[in-house]
C-alpha cells in the first residue's frame, strides 16, 4: 500500500512534508526499486527547509489532494533535502541548465525509471501564472509524453546524462600567471557598483568567492581599485537590510541593489565567509565597523545556531507565520511603544525608521545612510536600545530552525572562527570551534574514518562528497595553525589521504564531487566551478599547498600542480565561476609566517594580527618534542631561546626577527615582491 514515508526521516526539510496527502520517498534504493517495479517515470523534487518558494509550492500543491492524486497516480514521488544530498541537487540542477533553464529551488525534475532526467524546472504554480503553466497541467503532459513517446523520452534522457559526465579531453593549457590574475582582478574589480558595492544589480549576493579573489589581488598587486571594491561592499553588506541588526548576522542576498531588502533566510555557509573576509579585511584596515559585525555575528551563532552536542546548525528559515521576513520587521508604532518617545526618536534617525516603511509597510532595519559608526556614546546608547527590541522580538514566532549538522558547511565555519579568534584573541571562539570540530570527529566519522554528510537526531548519514573532506580539512589546518596540536594535522592527512584514494581522478586530475563507491549517482561530476561558496577543488587546493609546507611531503606540492592543471582551460574560460580556484592558485608561490612561542609571544601575535597576507601560512611552533613538524626550509634556521619570527617565501626564511616593531616592515615587502604563480610543469 502507498504512504507517504517521510515520517522516517531525520531531515527538517523533509519532515515539513510528512503529513502531505503525496506519496513521497526520500532518494534511495527502494524508491528506485519502486520506479523500476511500476514503470512510471519519477518526479523528483528538491528544496531546503529555509527556502521560500518552497513552502509556497508545498502550501499550493503538495497539500492538496486534489494535485497529490494526480502526482500519486502517474508518478514515484521523491522528496530530497539538497542540503542532506549536495551530490544528487547537483546532478539534477545540471541537467535543468543542460535543458536551457534557469536554476533555482524548489528544483522539480522529471526521470525514467533509471533516474535519468528528460525534463523539468523549478517553482510551478497550482493555476497557471507568473507566465507558468499549472502544476497538475505539466503533470498530465509530461505523463503522457513519457507513455506515448518513449524514443523522444529515453533520447532526451541520454543526451542529457551524457552532457553531465565530465570532459575526456585532456587540457592543454597552463594555469594563468601573475599578469593574467592581475588583469583578471582588475577586469573584475570595475565590473563592481562602485557606490554600492556587490557586481552591478539585482538581485545581489554577497559573492565571497569574488571578493576573495579581488582582496587577494587587491594585497599581492597593490589594486586600489580591487581594494576599494572590497571595502565598498563589505561596508554595505554590514550597514544593509541584508544584516540583523538587532540579532546579527547575515541573510542569504538582497532582493534588491542597495542591500536594503534581504531574502531572509540565515545560511551558516554565507556567515562563515564573510566572517573570514571581514576578518582580513579589519586586518588591514582596522575598521571598527567590521569588528563590530564580526562580534555581533559570533555572538548571533553561538545564541541561535548551535546545535545538540556543539556542532554547528544549517540555517534559519525566512518564514515565520507563513510570512516571508515577519520576524524581523518593525512598525514605527511598535519600536516606539518598546523604546519611548525620546530613545524611539534617536533610533528612528539611524536606522531609517519611518510611518510608511520600507517593505511592505514595515521597516528594514539599516544604516545605509553611513558608512561609519557614531561616537562611542552614541553607539553605547544604540546597543542597549538594540537590546531592548531584540528582548521584544524573542517573543515573537520564531522562523524555521534546520539544526541539522553539516560537515561541509561546518567546515567552513571553523576555519573562519579559529581565524577571527586568533586575529581578535578569542580564547571563547576558538573553543567553540574546537568542540564543532571534535563533535563532527566523534560522531559523523565511521569505524574506517569515512565522514558522513549530515547528522541529526542522533543519526549520521548521507555519503560526503569532496566539499566535506576539502572543508573540514581547512578546518583542521586552522585549528593546527591555532593550537599546534598534532590531531589536527593528523585529522588532515587522513582525510587528504581518502580524498585521493576515493575522488581523485586518476586520468585527468582534479576530484569527483562522488566517491568512487557511491552507488546511487548517475554520473559522478566533476568541476572545479564555484558555487555559493568555493568548490572542493579550489579549498582542497590551497590545503594541499599547505600540506605541502607543513610536513615536507613533495607529494601534496605535485597533487596541486596537477589538480590546478586539470581546470586550466575551463577556469580561464570562465574566471569570474572560479573566483576560488584563482585566488588559491596564488598560494603556490607560499608566504609562510612561523612565530616561535614563548610566554612573551604575545607581542609579535599583536603585529602579526594586523597586517592582510590573505593565503599566509601562520605557524606557532613550540619546542615540545610531540610536535609533529617536519618542514625541510627550517631544518637549518637557528632557533633563539627569545622569541621570534621568521618569514619564509619559497622554501628561503629570512633571519629571524626578534623585535615586533620589525614585523610590518619585512611583512610589506615579502608580500609586495613580484613572485610569479608557477605554471603547472
Avoid at 513519457?146 to 524514443?151: A, V
Avoid at 541593489?257 to 562563515?272: G, I, Q, R, S, T
Avoid at 559523523?444 to 554528510?453: A, E, G, V
Wanted: glycine share 6%; hydrophobic share 40%.
Amino acid at each position: 500500500m502507498s504512504e507517504n514515508r517521510l515520517k522516517q526521516e531525520t531531515s527538517p526539510y523533509l519532515l515539513q512534508h510528512q503529513d502531505n496527502p503525496v506519496h513521497w520517498w526520500a532518494w534511495g534504493p527502494e524508491a528506485l526499486a519502486e520506479a523500476k517495479r511500476t514503470g512510471k517515470p519519477i518526479l523528483l523534487s528538491v528544496g531546503y527547509a529555509a527556502c521560500h518558494w518552497c513552502h509556497v509550492m508545498a502550501h499550493e500543491s503538495f497539500e492538496d489532494a486534489a494535485t497529490a492524486d494526480v502526482m500519486n497516480g502517474l508518478f514515484v514521488n521523491i522528496k530530497v533535502d539538497r542540503e542532506e544530498r549536495p551530490d544528487i541537487d547537483a546532478i539534477y540542477m545540471g541537467a535543468l541548465h543542460r535543458l536551457g533553464e534557469q536554476g533555482g529551488w524548489p528544483l522539480t525534475m522529471f526521470l525514467d525509471s533509471d533516474a535519468r532526467p528528460f525534463w523539468g524546472g523549478t517553482y510551478f504554480p497550482k493555476t497557471a501564472s507568473y507566465g507558468r503553466p499549472a502544476f497538475a497541467t505539466v503533470l498530465l503532459r509530461i505523463a503522457e509524453a513519457y507513455q506515448n513517446q518513449p524514443d523522444l523520452v529515453a533520447s532526451n534522457a541520454g543526451k542529457i546524462v551524457e552532457s553531465l559526465k565530465p570532459s575526456t579531453k585532456t587540457n592543454a593549457s597552463e594555469f594563468p600567471d601573475d599578469s593574467k590574475i592581475r588583469d583578471l582582478v582588475s577586469r573584475i574589480a570595475r565590473a563592481v557598483d562602485a557606490e554600492r558595492g556587490g557586481l552591478s544589480g539585482a538581485p545581489k549576493f554577497p559573492q565571497w568567492n569574488v571578493f576573495w579573489l579581488l582582496w587577494r589581488g587587491a594585497i599581492r598587486f597593490d589594486d586600489t581599485t580591487a581594494r576599494r571594491a572590497v571595502v565598498t561592499t563589505l561596508t554595505n553588506v554590514c550597514q544593509g537590510g541584508i544584516y540583523d541588526h538587532l540579532g546579527g548576522g547575515f541573510s542569504r542576498y538582497s532582493v534588491d541593489e542597495d542591500w536594503l531588502v534581504p531574502h531572509f533566510e540565515k545560511m551558516l555557509y554565507d556567515n562563515a565567509l564573510l566572517i573570514d573576509l571581514l576578518t582580513e579585511a579589519w586586518r588591514e584596515t582596522q575598521d571598527s565597523l567590521y569588528a563590530t559585525r564580526i562580534a555581533e555575528t559570533v555572538d548571533w551563532l553561538s545564541r541561535e545556531m548551535i546545535a545538540e552536542g556543539g556542532g554547528f546548525a544549517a540555517s534559519l528559515d525566512a518564514d515565520s507565520e507563513g510570512e516571508e521576513g515577519k520576524f524581523y520587521v518593525w512598525s514605527l508604532q511598535d519600536i516606539e511603544a518598546a523604546l519611548g518617545a525620546d530613545d524611539a526618536a534617536f533610533f528612528f534617525r539611524i536606522y531609517g525608521v519611518t510611518a510608511d516603511g520600507n517593505f511592505e509597510g514595515h521597516n528594514i532595519l539599516n544604516r545605509l545612510d553611513s558608512q561609519t559608526l557614531l561616537s562611542q556614546d552614541d553607539e553605547a546608547r544604540l546597543k542597549t536600545l538594540r537590546e531592548t527590541l531584540l528582548a521584544h522580538r524573542a517573543h515573537r514566532i520564531r522562523p524555521g530552525w534546520d539544526d541539522k549538522v553539516l560537515a561541509d558547511w561546518n567546515g567552513l565555519m571553523i576555519a573562519a572562527l579559529v581565524r577571527t579568534a586568533i586575529v581578535f584573541e578569542r580564547k571563547d571562539w576558538l573553543a567553540m570551534a574546537e568542540r564543532a570540530f571534535a563533535f563532527i570527529t566523534e560522531n559523523m566519522q565511521s569505524d574506517n574514518k569515512r565522514l558522513w554528510h549530515s547528522y541529526r537526531a542522533g543519526e549520521a548519514k548521507a555519503p560526503a562528497s569532496a566539499s566535506d573532506y576539502a572543508n573540514m580539512i581547512w578546518a583542521a589546518l586552522r585549528l593546527y595553525q591555532a593550537t599546534s596540536g598534532n590531531e589536527y594535522i593528523e585529522h588532515a592527512t587522513a582525510w587528504t589521504a581518502t580524498l585521493d584514494r576515493h575522488y581523485w581522478d586518476h586520468e585527468r586530475g582534479g576530484y569527483f564531487t562522488s566517491a568512487d563507491d557511491t552507488l546511487d549517482v548517475i554520473v559522478r561530476l566533476k568541476s572545479a566551478g564555484d558555487d555559493a561558496v568555493p568548490h572542493a577543488n579550489a579549498i582542497q587546493l590551497w590545503n594541499l599547498v599547505a600540506l605541502s609546507a607543513l610536513t615536507g611531503n613533495a607529494d601534496y606540492d605535485a597533487k596541486a600542480r596537477a589538480l590546478l592543471n586539470a581546470f586550466a582551460e575551463t577556469a580561464l574560460a570562465n574566471p569570474v565561476g572560479h573566483c576560488g580556484l584563482l585566488a588559491a592558485s596564488m598560494d603556490l608561490e607560499l608566504l609562510v609566517q612561523i612565530a616561535i612561542r614563548d610566554d612573551t609571544s604575545a607581542r609579535f601575535l599583536a603585529q602579526l594580527k594586523k597586517l592582510s597576507v590573505p593565503g599566509a601560512l601562520e605557524i606557532l611552533v613550540n619546542d615540545m618534542p610531540n610536535q609533529k613538524m617536519n618542514i625541510d626550509f627550517l631544518s637549518n634556521v637557528e632557533k633563539h631561546l627569545e622569541t621570534s619570527v621568521y618569514i619564509c617565501q619559497d622554501t628561503v626564511c629570512s633571519r629571524p626577527i626578534l623585535e615586533p616593531n620589525e614585523i610590518r616592515a619585512r611583512l610589506m615587502d615579502a608580500r609586495t615582491k613580484s613572485s610569479k604563480v608557477r605554471s603547472p610543469q
